[in-house]
């Protein structure tokens, strides 16, 4: 009885340990999909200002240059009106993959509103900016060239760089970097219909 007994109780140690494990994998992957947002793959407004969040906070990051950026699929009502909601659902993901390509692999990249995006990435020099903000330009432009859709995919963009300091608000470098983008906003040309 004793050694049927041993084998049972490491029989249920075994199946604890294993749900455990499940338990854990299963806690993981519902915290990732509750921080991404589902058509863009991209953070989703909650997981944005939590990673950001992290490292705005990281003292050794007290010191470094950061760009925050927010920018705006522009037209996207009209594209859903004429085209339909899967055109307007390219439009959002085809913002997000530039967005992905301009800030490379280091930028925290979120989708905090309907067509709105966020960027966060610690930079190497103040003027990058410039850089980048071209770089989205020249990405906008293969996009179109190459999507054949009877549509332009268009972008406006406020782009914000700062030096980390103890009292940074994510907020407020938002703010920031939304009030530089309808400065973008207001230089645009009208909707493109090819």
């Known amino acids: 009885k004793m050694i049927h007994l041993l084998e049972s109780e490491n029989e249920t140690q ?11 994998e299963n806690n993981i992957h519902l915290d990732t999909i509750s921080k991404r947002d589902e058509l863009t793959g991209v953070y989703n407004r909650r997981g944005f200002m939590t990673v950001a969040n992290e490292l705005l906070k990281d003292k050794t990051n007290v010191g470094k240059y950061v760009l925050t950026a ?5 037209n996207l009502k009209i594209i859903n009106d004429r085209y339909g909601h899967d055109e307007g659902d390219f439009a959002l993901v085809s913002s997000s993959d530039i967005l992905r390509n301009a ?3 280091k930028g925290i990249i979120g989708r905090i509103g309907g067509d709105e995006f966020a960027v966060f990435k610690i930079i190497p020099c103040i003027s990058d900016g410039i850089r980048i903000k071209n770089q989205l330009r020249s990405i906008l432009e293969d996009i179109n060239d190459t999507s054949g859709k009877p549509f332009e995919v268009s972008m406006s963009v406020g782009v914000y760089e700062f030096t980390i300091s103890k009292n940074c608000e994510l907020k407020e470098l938002i703010k920031e970097a939304d009030s530089r983008l309808y400065v973008d906003k207001g230089n645009k040309k009208p909707f493109v219909q090819r």
């Open 14 to 24: 075994k199946q604890l340990e294993e749900s455990m494990a499940l338990l854990k």
């Open 70 to 74: 927010y920018a705006d699929t522009d």
């Open 103 to 105: 800030f490379e692999e």
